[in-house]
C-alpha cells in the first residue's frame, strides 16, 4: 500500500508540472498573478465570431487558472482524483449550460467537438513539451556522458538480476 501511494504522489507531481507548463504554453500566467479579472475581460462584441473566440478564449483561460489552483492545491496523493473531478463537474457544467438554451440551439455537436479538441490539443501539447525537453536535454545528456563516464554504475545493476 506505501509504494502505492508514493507512485500516486510521484504521477500527482508530474501531472501536476505537466498540467503547469502546459497551461504556460498556452499563455496561461500562473494563478498567484492573476488575482483580479482585468476590466477589459468579461462578454462583449459576441455578435462577431472574433468577439465569440475571445470570450471563450477568456472563460477556459479562467476555468483553466482555477483547475490548475486547485490540483496544485490539493493533497500531493489526490492530485490525480482534483484533476479527474474538474473534468467531470467542468463537462456537467457544459451539460447544465446547454440545457438552459432553447431546443434549436443544439450545443451537443459542438460541445463534443469542444471536448474532442481540447482533449486533442493537450496531446499535441505533450508531444511540443518533449519536443523542447529532448531539445534542452540533448545538450546536458552529453555533459552528463562526459562528467560521469569513469564512474557509472549502470552495469553493476544488471548482473543481479540476470537469471
Known amino acids: 500500500m506505501c ?3 508514493d507512485d500516486n504522489v510521484q504521477i500527482g507531481q508530474d501531472l501536476l508540472d505537466r498540467f503547469k507548463v502546459m497551461s504556460r504554453m498556452m499563455g496561461l500566467s500562473d494563478p498567484q498573478e ?8 468579461g462578454p462583449k462584441a459576441l455578435a462577431s465570431a472574433a ?5 471563450m478564449d477568456q472563460l477556459f483561460n479562467a476555468g483553466l487558472t482555477r483547475a490548475l489552483a486547485d490540483s496544485a492545491a490539493a493533497d500531493p496523493e489526490e492530485t490525480i482524483d482534483a ?9 456537467r457544467l457544459a451539460g447544465f449550460l446547454a440545457g438552459q438554451l432553447p431546443p ?10 469542444a471536448f474532442m479538441a481540447g482533449h486533442a490539443e493537450t496531446g499535441r501539447l505533450t508531444a ?8 534542452a536535454h540533448g545538450h546536458s545528456h ?6 560521469h563516464d569513469h564512474s557509472h554504475s549502470h552495469d553493476h545493476h544488471h548482473h543481479g538480476h540476470s537469471h
Not at 34 to 41: D, F, I, Q, R
Open 142 to 147: 552529453e555533459d552528463h556522458e562526459h562528467e
Open 51 to 55: 468577439g465569440r473566440a475571445r470570450y
Open 34 to 41: 492573476k488575482a483580479a479579472v482585468s476590466p477589459t475581460s
Open 128 to 135: 511540443q513539451y518533449r519536443r523542447d525537453q529532448d531539445e
Open 3 to 5: 509504494g502505492e501511494l
Open 83 to 91: 484533476l479527474a473531478s474538474q473534468t467531470i463537474a467542468f463537462a
Open 104 to 113: 434549436e440551439a443544439d450545443l451537443f455537436r459542438a460541445a463534443m467537438e
